[in-house]
Nanobody, 122 residues
């Protein structure tokens, strides 16, 4: 089992940057692909980015390509989401999640963090 705790959210002006972190418990972190999704009342749960167990495969939704970068540090049991050139429409609660299979379908992710709020003002 994996427990996930996100951090790094906050209020930022449009055009700014934020780096979200997700710390995982357990010694099996490197066995899991990791993903980020976001939740808003309008779109509910939306896939954002994912990274394979080794970090060799990356996935991201089209709307964030060139702006968001997912990375991981298996030695620190952590995954990150670097968010640049923020837009107000990126305002959401961001969740990290773990899955044994890397991919873009959030229903394949078994473990979830509690979420961190990102608010981008115009």
């Amino acid at each position: 089992q994996v427990q996930l705790v996100e951090s790094g959210g906050g209020l930022m002006q449009a055009g700014g940057s934020l780096r979200l972190s997700c710390a995982a418990s357990g010694r099996t972190f490197r066995s899991y692909a990791m993903g980020w999704c976001r939740h808003t009342p309008e779109k509910e749960r939306e896939f954002v980015a994912a990274i394979s167990q080794s970090g060799g495969r990356l996935y991201s939704t089209e709307s964030v390509k060139g702006r968001f970068t997912i990375s991981r540090d298996n030695a620190k049991n952590s995954v990150y989401l670097q968010m640049n050139s923020l837009k107000p429409e990126y305002t959401a609660v961001y969740y990290c999640a773990a899955s044994l299979v890397a991919g873009t379908r959030m229903n394949q992710y078994n473990y979830w963090g509690q979420g961190t709020q990102v608010t981008v003002s115009s």
